[in-house]
């Protein structure tokens, strides 16, 4: 069955640093988003994207991220300045349709020290 | 706009027991309805869907019935078994969009 796949699956960073979360969606899908889960906390939409630019965004979602589909396969999410509060589990998931299932990907655990 | 909101837990059961999770949702519209659970140290699965009013979702024994009366998409399973242990998470989509939102997890323990 086709899954979504997420590298690294742990990335330590320093606080102010730059990092990139990447994804490969499945492979025929269109819609693609991030989410993030802090620890212990609940789930929370970060944003989506569809025919190469973003459709909806969180108000976590501020001038620090930025998405990509740099090529066919892959979709990132940047994070320009990290800060320690951006320490969480991020999530990649793609569907096929509007509104259609959304399968998630294993997760990056993001921790800035 | 879209949220759910949803009990919080932890609810700790013993093995056969009957499970129920509160789901309410509020949003525009008519969303779609999802069951999620995340397994210790896995990303999260879809359980089981509902896209409209009266609509069941059911999978792996569990069901939840989508309730437009009551703004409600509650989880059940009439026998847990100790390897449904996970946090369970409700979300919804609104009509028009795919901005998911989820509630805030259930933490379920079962014992044998």
């Known amino acids: 069955e086709p899954e979504v796949t997420q590298t690294p699956s742990h990335q330590v960073t320093q606080m102010g640093q730059e990092v990139i979360l990447r994804c490969v969606p499945i492979?025929?899908?269109?819609?693609f988003y991030w989410y993030r889960q802090i620890l212990g906390q609940k789930v929370e939409f970060l944003v989506s994207?569809?025919?190469?630019?973003?459709?909806?965004k969180s108000e976590i979602f501020d001038d620090q991220f930025s998405v990509e589909r740099p090529d066919g396969s892959n979709f990132t999410l940047k994070i320009r300045s990290t800060k320690l509060e951006d320490s969480a589990m991020y999530f990649c998931?793609?569907?096929?349709?509007?509104?259609?299932?959304?399968?998630f990907g294993p997760g990056t655990r993001l921790t800035v020290t | 706009g879209n949220s759910v909101t949803q009990m919080e837990g932890p609810v700790t059961l013993s093995e056969e027991a009957f499970l129920t999770i509160n789901c309410t949702y509020t949003a525009t519209g008519y969303p779609s309805l999802f069951w999620y659970v995340q397994y210790p140290g896995e990303g999260l699965q879809l359980l089981l869907k509902a896209t409209k009013a009266d609509d069941k979702g059911s999978n792996k024994g569990f069901e939840a019935t989508y309730r437009k009366e009551t703004t409600s998409f509650h989880l059940e399973k009439g026998s847990v078994q100790v390897s449904d242990s996970a946090v369970y998470f409700c979300a919804s989509t609104p009509y028009n969009n795919n901005d998911m939102r989820f509630g805030a997890g259930t933490r379920l323990t079962v014992k044998p």
């Open positions: 492979s025929n899908h269109l819609y």
């Open positions: 998931a793609s569907s096929g349709a509007l509104q259609g299932q959304q399968y």
């Open positions: 994207f569809y025919n190469n630019e973003i459709s909806e």
